[in-house]
Nanobody
Framework: QVQLVESGGGLVQPGGSLRLSCVAS????????MSWYRQAPGKQRELVARIAGGTTNYTDAVKGRFTISRDNGKNTVYLQMNSLKPEDTAVYYC??????WGQGTQVTVSS
């Protein structure tokens, strides 16, 4: 059974940074399309960033601020989030396309 375990969320002030981690079991992150989604209260879940092979993609709202990456040796995908804004507040989910979702980690950006 595929498992994705996220960590790294928390409370941060506007302009601050956080790094989310997603550790995968039973699948190799470098062989799968791995993504980060987020869902804010009262809104639909949206794609934030995706990594597939050597290609990365980002939603316009986070371009230039967020970076998705992976460490094949640790079988982990990361989301580095800089210059955070209050509108980035959401539960962030790791996803392996067609295979699994993580349980989510809360990110709150507030002063």
């Amino acid at each position: 059974q595929v498992q994705l375990v996220e960590s790294g969320g928390g409370l941060v002030q506007p302009g601050g940074s956080l790094r989310l981690s997603c550790v995968a079991s039973t699948i190799r992150v470098e062989l799968n399309v791995m993504s980060w989604y987020r869902q804010a209260p009262g809104k639909q879940r949206e794609l934030v960033a995706r990594i597939a092979g050597g290609t990365t993609n980002y939603t316009d709202a986070v371009k230039g601020r967020f970076t998705i990456s992976r460490d094949n040796g640790k079988n982990t995908v990361y989301l580095q989030m800089n210059s955070l804004k209050p509108e980035d507040t959401a539960v962030y989910y790791c996803n392996a396309l067609w295979r699994a979702w993580g349980q989510g980690t809360q990110v709150t950006v507030s002063s």
